[in-house]
C-alpha cells in the first residue's frame, strides 16, 4: 500500500530526533521526491484539458520541425536594377536545413555542419521527445527528482536550437551584395547590381515552433513544481513560510546544504559576486558596441567596389549586424524581416541584460520568500531565453567557415569570368613587359 506524500513525511520525521528547522528542510526536500500520482499527466493539480493539450502541442511542435526542416529557409538571387525597373533573376542557391548541412560537409565546412546538424536538426526532437517522456512516463520508471532533474536541463538547453537561426541571419548579412554604377554627376540611380538573400518559409516557421518549444518547456516545468509543491505541503496549495511578510535579504541568508551544513557568504564574497554581475552588464554592453568581426569581399567584387568608393571590407558589431539585416532583403520595412531583426536585439542583447539585472535585484533587495521564489523562476526563464552564448558560438563558427562554404555556393558559376580575367591579365602583363623592356627596364624587379 503506497503512503501519501504527507504520511511519509511525518513517518520519516518521527524516526529522526531533529531541530525545528532540519523538518522545514526536509519538507522542503521532499517536494522533488515524492508524488501520490503515477505520472505527471494524471497529478491532481493539472486540469483534464491540459492532460491532453500539453501532449498534443509537443507533437504538433515535431511536425512544426519537419516541415520546416523540409521547407526552404533562404535564396541566394542576384537583381538588376535599370532605373525604375528591377529585374530579379532565378536563385543562385537555396537554403535549407538538410541541403545546407549535406553542402557545408560537402564543403569541408565540418564544424559548421556539425554544429547546425546536431542543434538545429536532432537536438529539437530530442528535448521535445524528453519532455513527452517526463509528461506520460510513471515515477517508477522517472522519479520525481529525475524527473525536475531533465524539465531543468531541458529548459537550459532549449536556446541552441536557434544556431541555425544565428547562422542565417549572419549569412543574410554576408551575401548582401550592392554595386551602383553611377551615371553623369555621380547620379546614383542609373543601375545596379544586387545579390539578396530572401528568407523563407523554412526559416519563419523554424523559429516558431523553437519559440513554441520554449514555451512548452515552461510550462511542464511550471506543472510539475506546481504539483510537487502541492505534496509537499500535504494537500494545500500554500504554505505558511512563503506568506509571511517577513523580507530577507538574499545576500546574507544563511543556507543549508544536503550535508546540513550551514554556511553564509563573507562581506568579501558578496561584493564579489556584485562585482562580477556589474562587469558582465559593463562588458555585454561594451562588446555589443565594438566591431567583433569583418567581411570582406575578394576578387573582381572588390575592384568594382573600390573603383565605386565602397569599402569592401565591412565590419560588423551585435548592434550594426541587427542594422544590416532589413537592407538586406528586397523589402526592409516587411514584418518578416522586422520581426527577425527583433529576435536578434531580444535574445542576444536585451533578455542576457535583464537577467543580469534581475540577479543584482534578487541578491541586493530584501524580499519575501515568496517575492524571492517567483523573482527565481522569472531569472531562470531569462536564463532560458537568454541566447548570446549561442550567437557567440554561431558567430564564431561562421566567420571561420563562411568564405569556404561561399566559394563551394558559387561553384563554377563563375568560370567564364574568371577565365575572361584570366586572358585580360595575361594580355596587361605581356604588354607591361613589352614596355619596360623598350624602356630598358626589368619587370621582374619592379613591385
Known sequence: MRQ???????????????????????????????????CLALEPTVSAAARYIVPLMLLATVALFIWSNNSVGADVFPAITLGDDHIEFEPLFSFDLTNSVRDM???????????????????????LM?????????????????????????????????????????MLVAFRFHLPFRGPDDDPTVA?????????????????????SLVMSHVILHIHRTAADYHRRGGEHTSPEEESPERQLLAKHVFTSKASERYSFTVFGSVLLMGMVL?????????????????????????????????????????????????????????FIRYIQALLYILALVVPLLQLVSLVVI??????????KHLFHVCEVLNAWAGLDVFVVSLIAAVMEIQQFAQFVIGDKCDPINALLGFAYALLTKDWALTCQLVGLDPAGLD
Not at 156 to 165: E, M, N, T
Not at 284 to 300: P, V
Not at 363 to 372: E, H, I, N, R, V
Open 4 to 38: 501519501s506524500s504527507k504520511d511519509s513525511f511525518y513517518a520519516y520525521t518521527r524516526d529522526e530526533d531533529e531541530t525545528e528547522e532540519t523538518t522545514a528542510l526536509l519538507a522542503s526536500r521532499l517536494d522533488r521526491t515524492s508524488s501520490a500520482a503515477p
Open 105 to 127: 560537409w560537402n564543403a569541408g565546412v565540418y564544424p559548421l555542419s556539425l554544429l547546425i546538424g546536431l542543434f538545429s536538426g536532432s537536438w529539437p526532437y530530442l528535448k
Open 130 to 170: 524528453l519532455m513527452l517522456a517526463a509528461w506520460l512516463l510513471p515515477i517508477s520508471w522517472l522519479s520525481v527528482s529525475r524527473r525536475e532533474t531533465l524539465l531543468q536541463v531541458l529548459d537550459a538547453l532549449g536556446k541552441w536550437s536557434l544556431i541555425d537561426s544565428f547562422v542565417m541571419i549572419m
Open 192 to 212: 545596379s547590381f544586387d545579390i539578396f538573400v530572401e528568407p523563407g518559409q523554412g526559416l519563419h516557421s523554424f523559429i516558431l515552433a523553437t519559440v513554441l
Open 279 to 335: 562587469s558582465s552588464i559593463a562588458l555585454l554592453i561594451y562588446g555589443a558596441l565594438i566591431d567583433a568581426f569583418t567581411f570582406e569581399f575578394k576578387g573582381l567584387a572588390a575592384l568594382a567596389m573600390a573603383a565605386d568608393g565602397i569599402d569592401p571590407n565591412r565590419n560588423f558589431s551585435l548592434i550594426t549586424i541587427g542594422q544590416a539585416v532589413p537592407p538586406s532583403v528586397p523589402n526592409p520595412d516587411s514584418f
Open 363 to 372: 541578491w541586493c533587495t530584501p524580499l519575501t520568500l515568496k517575492a524571492q
